[in-house]
């Protein structure tokens, strides 16, 4: 399979833990994103890499939250001291170039109870 | 920053008929509009997308009407199947590309065999 990669594909963690997402892009693929979704919702920025450089993150990313990509192939997200409302699902993508169409991951869901 | 409208949030069709979702965008300088498909419990896919200086793109049974002046797109699905059921997201850009895409809140496509 030669899509994006996508680990775990769920995780259960109680609220106060550390959790960290694996993602792998397509292969030769310069750009990856991080996206969020939550029930019923569409998906919404987190942040983006092109390479190893991290360009840009939404406010959405609180200082709980950091990604690397530090190769400038796969990523992590890591989410610290998790709290109630971080449940959802973690959708990675990328993208060839900045100008060419992204392709997600299976994602994350993630439940902190 | 930009906003993405899409209605309906559930659209029911009979099999063989035609489907149509309409997106509304505030942001004039977006010029990315990718739609895509999400199953239960799996990534968006990318099934269509269309750039600011096209109006119209067809692909097979799926096509998408670009209106720049009036800020809106849509999606056009013909003869559907059963396997078209699924919730599609609209979204828009202003990088000719995948980054920082904003998502419409999806809609719920239902097709009765």
């Known amino acids: 399979d030669t899509g994006v990669s996508q680990n775990p594909r769920h995780k259960i963690t109680k609220r106060g833990q550390n959790v960290t997402f694996r993602c792998d892009p397509i292969s030769e693929h310069n750009r990856l994103y991080w996206y969020r979704q939550t029930l019923g919702q569409g998906p919404e920025f987190l942040t983006y890499?092109?390479?190893?450089?991290?360009?840009?993150k939404s406010r959405l990313l609180s200082d709980r939250f950091s990604a690397e990509r530090p190769k400038g192939s796969f990523s992590t997200l890591e989410i610290q001291r998790t709290e109630q409302g971080d449940s959802a699902m973690y959708l990675c993508?990328?993208?060839?170039?900045?100008?060419?169409?992204?392709?997600f991951g299976q994602g994350t869901r993630l439940t902190v109870v | 920053g930009e906003n993405v409208e899409q209605h309906p949030s559930t659209l029911s069709v009979q099999e063989g008929d035609s489907a149509v979702i309409k997106c509304t965008y505030s942001d004039s300088a977006s010029n990315y509009f990718p739609w895509y498909k999400q199953e239960l419990g799996k990534g968006p896919q990318l099934i269509i997308d269309?750039?600011?200086?096209?109006g119209e793109k067809k692909d097979q049974r799926i096509a998408v009407t670009l209106n720049k002046t009036a800020k809106h797109f849509s999606l056009h699905i013909t003869e559907t199947q059963p396997e078209d059921s699924a919730v599609y997201f609209c979204?828009?850009?202003?990088?000719?590309?995948?980054?920082?895409?904003?998502f419409g809140q999806g809609t719920r496509l239902t097709i009765n065999p």
């Open positions: 993508a990328s993208s060839r170039t900045a100008n060419t169409e992204a392709f």
């Open positions: 979204a828009a850009s202003k990088n000719q590309g995948a980054q920082k895409l904003v």
């Open positions: 269309i750039r600011s200086n096209v």
């Open positions: 890499f092109q390479n190893e450089a991290q360009l840009e």
